[in-house]
């Protein structure tokens, strides 16, 4: 079992910066490759970034490349995402995800955990 507790989150003027953490539960931390999804009112839950369980490999949205960083401390039990130039399209609630699994995925359904959500207002 992976618990998963969101922070970070907060309003920002487009164009600033937040970083978003994530702190997992868990003595497993390391063997699970981690996700960050957002979901926007009115629309479906999307993927924003991934990282496999070493950190050596990342994915990343198109909508979000080259702004965002995704990153992780696997002795803080830890991810991170660090988020730039950000835009009132990035409005969102922000999930944390854990997928037991050494791949790191941008698809809902190979996460078996979530977090509650942060949001993420991004003003113009």
């Known amino acids: 079992q992976v618990q998963l507790v969101e922070s970070g989150g907060g309003l920002v003027q487009a164009g600033g910066s937040l970083r978003l953490s994530c702190a997992a539960s868990g003595r497993t931390f390391s063997s699970y490759t981690m996700g960050w999804f957002r979901q926007a009112p009115g629309k479906e839950r999307e993927f924003v970034a991934a990282i496999d369980w070493s950190g050596g490999n990342t994915y990343y949205a198109d909508s979000v490349k080259g702004r965002f960083t995704i990153s992780r401390d696997n002795a803080k039990n830890t991810i991170y995402l660090q988020m730039n130039s950000l835009k009132p399209g990035d409005t969102a609630v922000y999930y944390c995800?854990?997928?037991?699994?050494?791949?790191?995925?941008?698809?809902?359904?190979?996460?078996?955990?979530w977090g509650q959500g942060t949001q993420v207002t991004v003003s113009s």
């Open positions: 995800a854990a997928g037991h699994r050494p791949i790191a995925s941008m698809r809902e359904e190979e996460y078996d955990y």
